[in-house]
């Protein structure tokens, strides 16, 4: 994949909260757009079928279809989308799960403030080096469009 403009990103969160959260914190960055939020990983399927994001930040525990079958399946679409699992579990061999469902990256959910980000730039060149005060954890302003 090239260089986008903008990237297109899908969020899938059984926890509304933190789902919105990281949602917000995302599209504060110059360079992404929130495309949908999931609640499961059957929702996150289907919303990657039909959006066709660029990438999709996801829950490994979900109910019905978790993350990892969900990667799985994302990741084997006519147009699929990166996929970084996230997770608040702290199983030694969670990482490596991961990676073997076919995402991008891993990610613990509590590394995310620090991490997400570079993570995200890492493997998509849209996202400009600027510097957001706030992670997912916090509640930041919402872009102003």
Known sequence: ???LERMRVLVADDNEVYGAMLSRFVASHPGIEVVGRACNGGEAIAMASLLEPDMVLMDVCMPGIDGIDA???VTAMRRPAKVILLT???????EQLCMSAGASGFLRKADADAQLMDLIRSLNAVVP???CPSGPGKDPEPPLN
Not at 88 to 94: F, G, I, K, L, S
């Open 129 to 131: 080096e600027t510097e």
């Open 88 to 94: 608040a579990h702290r199983a030694p061999d969670a």
């Open 1 to 3: 994949m090239g260089v």
């Open 71 to 73: 990667t799985r399946a």
